[in-house]
DNA sequence: TAGCTATGTCGTATATTTGCGACATAGCTC
DNA sequence: GAGCTATGTCGCAAATATACGACATAGCTA
């Protein structure tokens, strides 16, 4: 973002902003859909499922637990990856207000395009 | 993405993922927010709202074309920006399921964490 | 303790994103 | 046509993201 002149846009946006871009890769899409599935939570495993190098996982693990959206419990040897489901209806919640807002206005009309 | 590996994840993984970081952006979140407050649709002013350079602006503007989420027609000197509502619909559908998977499950439990 | 496995951390290489100035193009007006 | 404004395009610099190998750490087990 060379300066992430982030500041001058307001809480929200940025909020919406930050959870999407967790969402902006498959792999994470792929890893809260795997959590989402086995409702006990599974370990490095995760990394096995996926079509990435161990190493990667753990970053995006890494990403998806700075914004909260998943927790990490050790257990002995292993860790368990599980969802905050809380935190998810939270977003879902953002999301859901913002595509609503969206998609409320009239479409760009074929003829009402601009108003000047 | 160095080697952007998508092709192993699913087309639904990999379409929410572009939609996500579409989103991902405060300023291209702005520029929805603003489409849609405006029903009509306006043109260059989008940067003069933003706390960015025209040049970027439009550089966000592109993005979200590409996307389809938002189209520009021109109107002689001026073009028209405004919003795909239909397609805003269409995805906003993926989000609800996908949000709705997520949160289906059950939370990480205190002690019902680990399977194993 | 020695050895094995599961996690986590570091450094690094490459690709992409972000932001912007400088220039190109196109329409309108005098 | 000359001058002005609105858009769009190019190239560059800095910041991030992505991916991974190599090493570090921690727990379990024989």
Chains 1, 2 share one sequence.
């Not at 930050?18 to 795997?34: E, G, N, S």
């Not at 257990?75 to 969206?102: H, I, P």
């Amino acid at each position: 973002m060379t300066y992430a002149k982030t500041a001058a846009f307001t809480a929200d946006q940025q909020q919406l902003a930050r959870v999407a871009k967790a969402l902006a890769h498959p792999a994470r899409v792929a890893i809260i859909q795997l959590l989402a599935s086995k409702h006990t939570c599974i370990s490095g495993d995760i990394a096995a499922e996926l079509p990435l190098s161990r190493t990667t996982v753990f970053q995006h693990l890494q990403e998806l637990k700075a914004l909260d959206l998943i927790r990490g419990e050790i257990d002995g040897l292993t860790v368990c990856y599980c969802l905050n489901t809380e935190l998810l209806r939270q977003v879902q919640q953002q999301f859901t207000a913002f595509f609503t807002e969206a998609t409320s206005g009239a479409a760009c009309g074929p003829a009402d395009a601009c108003a000047f």
